[in-house]
Nanobody
Framework: QVQLVGSGGGLVQTGGSLRLSCAAS????????MGWFRQAPGKEREVVAT????????DYADSVKGRFTISRDNAKRTLYLQMNSLKPEDTSVYYC??????????????WGQGTQVTVSS
């Protein structure tokens, strides 16, 4: 049974930092590309950052470039999102997701349960 368990969310003031983690089990983590997504109430889910299965390439939404850093530790089967200089508009539920390296489409295979990030102004 595949599980992606996100953690590290919370309440922080504008300009603060948080580090999200996503612990994976039930899959060969090192063969999956990973991503962080977020969805605010009344808004569509959006991609925040992605990382290849090797960790060699990353990509970011324009809104978080220079502030967020995605990384992974394949030995620990854990994905991270370091979020700095947080803004109220970053308030959302953040989800981690996994996509096998052989998957041709952009559809992710597995999703975590989400962790709430709230940035107060």
């Amino acid at each position: 049974q595949v599980q992606l368990v996100g953690s590290g969310g919370g309440l922080v003031q504008t300009g603060g930092s948080l580090r999200l983690s996503c612990a994976a089990s039930g899959l060969t983590f090192s063969t999956y590309a990973m991503g962080w997504f977020r969805q605010a109430p009344g808004k569509e889910r959006e991609v925040v950052a992605t990382i290849t299965w090797t960790g060699g390439d990353t990509d970011y939404a324009d809104s978080v470039k220079g502030r967020f850093t995605i990384s992974r530790d394949n030995a620990k089967r854990t994905l991270y999102l370091q979020m700095n200089s947080l803004k109220p508009e970053d308030t959302s539920v953040y989800y981690c997701a996994a996509r096998h390296r052989s998957t041709r489409s952009a559809v992710y295979d597995y999703w975590g349960q989400g962790t709430q990030v709230t940035v107060s102004s």
